[in-house]
């Protein structure tokens, strides 16, 4: 079977976005997009060419500039001065995975035929997508509101022969990379900048890319905290089926259900002369890390929703011979959600830190830091300040952007989401997040192992094998930054069985 995706006006899934990057698809213009696209630019040339009446970003000026009227003969110069001037992003580089999900994102949204875009224009973005050439792309700049205008200029400038693009790992000129290929610059036409620009794929992508981390973190983090439930010898009654049918929330019950799976079969959570209650970090793991899941599964509805909707503006109906400037660029439902994502997946660093904090603390039979000679050994005393400290930076972090809004253009766009930072900003958190559970996975292990010859469960037991070919039992002070790099990368690495779509 060939390994390729066909885009058509079918709705990308998280699934098919998730096969597409994993699988290395290619990407190819179905011939019901492809007409889609030609029949849009068809009917816009004739408007343009038939018509004198002003339209907005055509033969309008841009943003406060809209009053200022556009010769024919200079509607693709126009075009091309809003790539080149709107290029103003700052800071660091975007993850090369997350510009070639910008990359797919548009190129879907193009694909829908409501842009008024040329047919060349977005083959040559699919050329981009499949030769693996990543144009550069800077964190800061946008507002999220006339789309993320400034990393979408960044994103195209190559199309005209400027900027940077990575190829093979070695970061060139654009111009460069455009005579290796024996490719011409595209000449924009009416339309076609703000087509490119006007969109919300710098979020949304960031969104994507989130998500599917996130995807993979609620179920580690239940893992993680089974693995050290049995290593705090915890009780099992906290997460029985009976005790959530009276509090229905889907992920509770979900949550519970999966813990019950993780610790079936073991001896330590079976056994008896238990502590009557523990604390709310064991206790709770199904109302905390539930609710959690239910926050990721609302924030997925409404990516998956934005991914597959046209964004730009003006936006063309050709069907229905209008031509209509609005706000769909707005990034408002993205913002929100992605703080709400901020948010919820940082709970689930905040209540592992506890975990760990009572793991070393000498609680159960389990030695002080969780090392045979303290005093002399530090032991796992500082990976919980490490952790600490993340925690704390995942809060200051998860302070919502889409409560602010600094006016541009102005004062026409007078109200903006400030969704790109909430984007660049979630995704931080859900590395902190990874980091934290690394943490966490580190300090249980180490106090499983003094459980023995105790067993927990026939998963867990396979899961303290693998970790233990690469992350060791720590028998005396060493560098310890190395050991939780190792344990962290063990999490990223490995595959999880449940995927959302």
């Known amino acids: 079977m060939e390994n390729i995706h066909h885009i058509s006006p079918q709705p990308l899934t998280f699934e098919i976005i998730y096969n597409i990057l994993t699988e290395n698809k ?33 033969n309008t000026g841009f943003g406060a500039l809209h009053n200022r009227s556009i010769s024919n003969a200079d509607l693709s110069k126009l075009q091309e001065n809003l790539l080149l001037s709107h290029a103003c992003g700052a800071g660091p580089e975007v993850p090369r995975d997350v510009v070639r999900l910008m990359l797919l994102l548009k190129i879907h949204a193009l694909s829908l035929g409501k842009s008024g875009i040329q047919l060349q224009t977005v083959n040559r973005l699919i050329d981009f997508f499949n030769q693996d050439i990543v144009p550069v792309v ?24 400027h900027g940077e693009v990575w190829v093979e790992n070695e970061k060139i000129p654009a111009s460069e990379m455009l005579e290796r290929n024996n490719w011409t610059p595209i000449k924009l036409e009416a339309k076609e900048g703000l087509a490119l620009l006007n969109g919300t794929q710098f979020m949304s992508a960031h969104a994507v890319y989130t998500l599917l981390r996130a995807f993979k973190v609620e179920q580690q983090a239940d893992i993680v905290a089974a693995l050290s439930l049995d290593a705090f010898n915890g009780r099992i009654d906290p997460f029985l089926e009976i ?34 209650q523990d604390p709310y970090s064991f206790r709770c793991i199904p109302q905390v890390h539930g609710a959690v899941k239910d926050a990721i599964n609302y924030v997925a509805k ?19 011979e209008q031509i209509i400037s609005g706000g769909n660029f707005h990034g408002e439902p993205l913002a929100l959600a ?86 660049t900003k979630t995704l931080k958190i859900v590395y902190n997040v990874e980091r934290v559970l690394g943490i966490e996975l580190f300090n ?8 023995r010859p105790a067993k927990t469960s026939v998963f867990l037991e396979n899961l303290m094998a693998e970790l233990r070919e690469q992350v ?18 063990f999490l990223r690495n490995k595959p999880t069985e449940r995927f959302r779509s």
């Not at 509101?145 to 994103?155: R, T």
């Not at 409404?302 to 229905?320: G, L």
């Open 472 to 489: 060791p039992f720590i028998h005396e002070d060493k560098i310890m930054y190395m050991e939780i790099e190792k344990a962290v990368e």
């Open 243 to 276: 005790l959530h049918t009276v509090r229905p929330h889907p992920g509770q019950i979900e949550t519970a259900a999966y813990i019950r799976q993780l610790l079936e079969g073991s001896e330590l959570i079976s056994q008896k002369n238990k502590e009557v």
């Open 138 to 161: 800077l964190e800061l700049g946008s507002l999220g509101a006339s789309g993320d205008l400034a990393p979408l200029a960044h994103l195209f400038l190559p199309l005209l022969g």
């Open 26 to 58: 290619k990407l190819h213009l179905s011939d019901e997009a492809a007409a889609l696209i030609v029949r849009c630019k068809k009917w816009l040339d004739h408007k343009l060419q038939t018509e004198e009446d002003p339209v907005y970003g055509i």
């Open 338 to 423: 992605l703080d709400f994502l901020g948010i919820a997946i940082s709970e689930l660093a905040s209540i592992s830190e506890r975990r760990v904090y009572r793991l070393i603390s000498g609680e159960r039979g389990l030695p002080v830091f969780l090392v045979a000679n303290p005093g002399l050994n530090s032991g796992f005393m500082i990976p919980q300040y490490a952790a600490a400290s993340i925690v704390s930076l995942n809060k200051q972090m998860a302070t919502p952007a889409s409560v602010d809004s600094i006016p541009s253009s102005n004062e026409q766009e007078d109200h903006v989401s400030m969704g790109g930072n909430a984007a």
């Open 302 to 320: 409404v990516v998956e929703t934005e991914i597959n909707s046209v964004t730009d503006n003006p936006i063309v109906f050709p069907d229905e």
């Open 444 to 451: 249980a292990a180490q106090a499983l192992d003094f459980r």
